[in-house]
């Protein structure tokens, strides 16, 4: 069983910073694909950032040059600083990871598909 944790939410005026961590723990033997999501209210999740296959990171449009994503693979943690933040910006950040829980299974490309609880962030004055 994997799980994820996230961390360092809260309240931030706008052009504000905040950075996010989430750890992974669990019975993981490697984690390609590793993200953060987010859900504002009365919205759909969406893609904020992530890791794909290869280490090449996809980011959405909206926070293109204001969001960095990274990751400690020997931690299993993820990172995503978040600078110029904006009203919009306000969510519920859902982290994302498909670990293989061992050889066998990375192998045979069997992943599990994880979230962690989320984080609320709110960007207001």
């Known amino acids: 069983q994997v799980q994820l944790v996230e961390s360092g939410g809260g309240l931030v005026q706008p052009g504000g910073s905040l950075r996010l961590s989430c750890a992974a723990s669990?019975?993981?033997?490697?984690?390609?694909?590793m993200g953060w999501y987010r859900q504002a209210p009365g919205k759909e999740r969406e893609l904020v950032a992530t890791f794909t296959s290869g280490d090449n990171i996809n980011y959405a449009d909206s926070v293109k040059g204001r969001f960095t994503i990274s990751r400690d693979n020997a931690k299993n943690t993820m990172f995503l600083q978040m600078n110029s933040l904006k009203p919009e910006d306000t969510a519920v950040y859902y982290c994302?990871?498909?670990?293989?829980?061992?050889?066998?299974?990375?192998?045979?490309?069997?992943?599990?598909?994880?979230w962690g609880q989320g984080t609320l962030v709110t960007v207001s004055s």
């Open positions: 669990g019975s993981i033997f490697s984690i390609n694909v």
């Open positions: 994302n990871a498909r670990p293989f829980p061992n050889l066998r299974d990375y192998n045979r490309h069997r992943y599990l598909e994880v």
